[in-house]
């Protein structure tokens, strides 16, 4: 199993974008899966989770600005990052815990981090 980040880039204060994480391998069931981000030299931080019912939950420095989804049958998740600050700006990482279709056992995964980087 393997997660792919993707969608970072620079933009402007005020800017969006979208990032993106598709899951691959043998899926058996994607249960949460999540968002952290982190700035070199400081500890990684959730920024938002959602659950396979569809339930979220958001970081209180991100609610309202950022919107974490998922498409269940694409096996991915999104984050969606408008009004970004400069404080925005770190290596995002999306995580997920998933049951495995060859061995039935559930593990946690992460995907390799795509940089954000918000700057006039």
């Known amino acids: 199993v393997q997660l792919q980040a993707s969608g970072g880039g620079l933009v402007q204060p005020g800017g969006s974008l979208r990032l993106s994480c598709a899951a691959s391998g043998s899926i058996f069931r994607i249960n949460a899966m999540a968002w952290y981000r982190q700035v070199p030299g400081k500890q990684r931080e959730w920024v938002a989770d959602?659950?396979?019912?569809?339930?979220?939950n958001y970081a209180a420095s991100v609610k309202g600005r950022f919107t974490i989804s998922r498409d269940n049958d694409k096996n991915t998740l999104y984050l969606q990052m408008n009004s970004l600050k400069p404080e925005d700006t770190a290596i995002y990482y999306c995580y997920a815990n998933i049951k495995s279709r060859e061995f039935g056992t559930t593990a946690d995964y992460w995907g390799q981090g795509t940089l954000v980087t918000v700057s006039s």
């Open positions: 959602t659950v396979s019912s569809g339930g979220t």
